[in-house]
């Protein structure tokens, strides 16, 4: 089966200005995530979507980040505008269920972001 | 408090050692994951485990329900066995640690 796929891998703005990110799950998963990694930490999650609905945005700046999944398919994560401290390795993740439930997990490539 | 603990964080061993990753959490669980990261940043699930152990080619996961801990073992290590290796658990949400670097000098 094909994988998550992301784009871009690599992505370099200046602060202040905007970016956006895309995903697409494996085919016929019903939760994509979205995590942020920082250098030497472990992933942290963004937003969690359970087909075209959300599950989990706690963890969401939303001042500046949003996310959407309108088709229940596919997912774009947005930063405006961007600070440096966004500067991190965005992961896309999906999965046939939600966490709880022996759930396999796959992870796509990730975009690195470099806020400048 | 991190649900997820991993120790060590930063592992450097020769190659042909025998290594051993520890995972401990604190939350209920129906899973446990082992994930790799190699510096390109994509993640590869290695194993998914409930209960006992699974082994897959030099390398081996057990898991202590009771104990909520889990261990990561790589026989015969390479260096492209390094990398960073990453224990998730699946509770209500996923849960990840850290994270332990790997390196296997020749």
């Known amino acids: 089966e094909a994988g998550v796929a992301q784009s871009p891998r690599y992505k370099i703005i200046e602060k202040r200005q905007s970016v956006a990110f895309w995903c697409n799950p494996i085919?016929?998963?019903?939760?994509l995530y979205w995590y942020q990694q920082i250098l030497g930490q472990g992933p942290k999650l963004l937003i969690q979507f359970q087909n075209n609905g959300v599950v989990d945005d706690s963890q969401l700046p939303k001042d500046r980040f949003s996310a959407e999944r309108l088709k229940g398919v596919d997912s774009t994560l947005k930063i405006q505008p961007a600070k440096l401290e966004d500067s991190a390795v965005y992961l896309c993740?999906?999965?046939?269920?939600?966490?709880?439930?022996?759930?396999?997990?796959?992870f796509g490539n990730g975009t690195r972001l470099t806020v400048t | 408090k991190n649900e997820v603990e991993q120790s060590p964080q930063n592992l450097t061993a020769q190659e042909g050692e025998f290594i051993t990753i520890n995972c401990s959490y604190s939350v209920g669980i129906s899973a446990l994951h082992w994930l790799q990261q190699h510096p390109g940043g994509g993640i590869v699930s290695l194993f998914m485990?409930?209960?006992g152990k699974k082994k897959h080619g030099r390398l081996i996961a057990t898991i202590n329900i009771q104990e909520k801990h889990s261990s990561l073992h790589i026989t015969a290590s390479h260096p492209r066995d390094s990398a960073v290796y990453i224990c998730?658990?699946?509770?209500?949400?996923?849960?990840f640690g850290t994270g332990t670097s790997l390196t296997v000098i020749p």
């Open positions: 085919s016929g998963h019903a939760t």
């Open positions: 485990l409930s209960s």
């Open positions: 993740a999906s999965s046939p269920w939600t966490g709880g439930n022996n759930s396999p997990l796959h």
């Open positions: 998730a658990v699946d509770g209500n949400q996923f849960y």
